[in-house]
């Protein structure tokens, strides 16, 4: 099956400066990749995802990059601010055939944005 | 527009009970995933309902179980609880029917204690 590796474990940076997540999956098949936040006691919020026919995709201060051939991607955001602070997963997915629903996610990335 | 919901918030339950969890979904979508969040083996999928058939399922034993009612709300039931089932359990709508891509949106979770 699917396996979603994400790096860093966590991450901190001052205001203002940039963040990079980095994501590797194993299943070539996979073709959906999302990107979520989540904050302490709420669910996991979508805030950007890209589709593998589309390299790069941004919103706003968010930014995510694909490599189908490396078979990894990534989240950047730029211009960090204290309440981007969260932990960030990365999912991978086959949207398709019998993979309905299954989302295969990475372990995590706590972001820590100082002032 | 309202976004998914899930009673109880929180829940204490002894080892050898079973407990039922309810998600309602976003309005007009038909597709309920159901996750399990531990902090040592992260987001794990459980299984994945649309039109009151359940279409995948994780690698979970069989005490884990679910159903979706004709109006797309969801339960899920796990029963003969271990002390290993302490987790937050997350529910995830979306409105793909086809399952096409899987983009899910997630409430906030019903923290299970298993004591």
């Known amino acids: 099956g699917e396996n979603v590796e994400q790096h860093p474990s966590t991450l901190s940076v001052q205001e203002g400066d940039s963040a990079v997540i980095k994501c590797t999956y194993s299943d070539s098949a996979s073709n959906y990749f999302p990107w979520y936040k989540q904050e302490l006691g709420k669910g996991p919020q979508l805030i950007i995802d890209?589709?593998?026919?589309?390299g790069e995709k941004k919103d706003q201060r968010i930014a995510v990059t694909l490599n189908k051939t490396a078979k990894h991607f990534s989240l950047h955001i730029t211009e960090t601010q204290p309440e981007d602070s969260a932990v960030y997963f990365c999912?991978?997915?086959?949207?398709?055939?019998?993979?309905?629903?299954?989302?295969?996610f990475g372990q995590g990335t706590i972001l820590t944005v100082h002032p | 527009k309202a976004g998914v919901t899930q009673t109880p918030r929180y829940l204490i339950k002894t080892r050898g009970q079973q407990v039922t969890l309810s998600c309602s979904p976003i309005s007009g979508h038909r597709s309920v995933s159901w996750y399990q969040q531990t902090p040592g083996q992260g987001l794990q999928f459980l299984f994945e309902y649309f039109s009151e058939t359940q279409r995948n399922k994780g690698n979970f034993p069989g005490r884990f179980s679910g159903r979706q009612f004709s109006n797309s709300r969801s339960e899920m039931n796990v029963s003969t609880l271990e002390l290993g089932d302490s987790a937050l359990y997350l529910c995830?709508?979306?409105?793909?029917?086809?399952?096409?891509?899987?983009?899910?949106?997630f409430g906030p979770g019903t923290r299970l204690t298993v004591l």
């Open positions: 999912a991978a997915s086959y949207a398709g055939g019998t993979s309905y629903g299954k989302l295969t």
């Open positions: 890209i589709r593998s026919n589309v």
């Open positions: 995830a709508s979306s409105g793909v029917g086809t399952g096409f891509y899987n983009e899910q949106f």
